[in-house]
C-alpha cells in the first residue's frame, strides 16, 4: 500500500503560479504510475496530468497542456505538479494518485490510491 499528501496549494492571483507536492510513504514508489487530478464541487473528478514510473511517458489534459508540468523524484518519493499561467477556471481541489498499472492511465478508476486533496484557488 501506500499512502499520499499533497501540499502546496493556495490562493494566487490569475497568471500566477504554484507548485503542489505528493509525498508518498512505502518503498515501492518507484513503481507506481503517478497522477494528479481535480474536482470542483458538484463536478466529476477530472484528469490534469500522469506520469510513468519512470518519468519517461507524461500526459496532460488538454485544458492544461503548456501550463502544467508534472515531474516525479523517485528518491524522494514524491511527485510535483507545476502549474503556471493560472486561470479561475484552474480553481479546483487537487488530487494526487497511484496507479499499479504497468503504463500511465488518464482513467481515474484506474488509480489504487488517492490523497487527500488540496485546495487551489484563482482569483481574477
Known amino acids: 500500500q501506500v499512502q499520499l499528501v499533497e501540499s502546496g496549494g493556495g490562493l494566487v492571483q490569475a497568471g500566477g503560479s504554484l507548485k503542489l507536492s505528493c509525498a508518498a510513504s512505502g518503498r515501492t514508489f518507484s513503481s507506481y504510475v503517478m497522477g494528479w487530478f481535480r474536482q470542483v464541487p458538484g463536478k466529476e473528478r477530472e484528469f490534469v496530468a500522469a506520469?510513468?514510473?519512470?518519468?519517461?511517458?507524461?500526459y496532460y489534459a488538454d485544458s492544461v497542456k503548456g501550463r502544467f508540468t508534472i515531474s516525479r523524484d523517485n528518491a524522494k518519493n514524491t511527485v510535483y505538479l507545476q502549474m503556471n499561467s493560472l486561470k479561475p477556471e484552474d480553481t479546483a481541489v487537487y488530487y494526487c494518485?497511484?496507479?499499479?498499472?504497468?503504463?500511465?492511465?488518464?482513467?481515474?478508476?484506474?488509480?489504487?490510491?488517492w490523497g487527500q486533496g488540496t485546495q487551489v484557488t484563482v482569483s481574477s
Open positions: 494518485a497511484a496507479s499499479t498499472l504497468a503504463v500511465a492511465t488518464i482513467r481515474p478508476y484506474e488509480y489504487h490510491y
Open positions: 506520469i510513468s514510473w519512470s518519468g519517461g511517458r507524461i
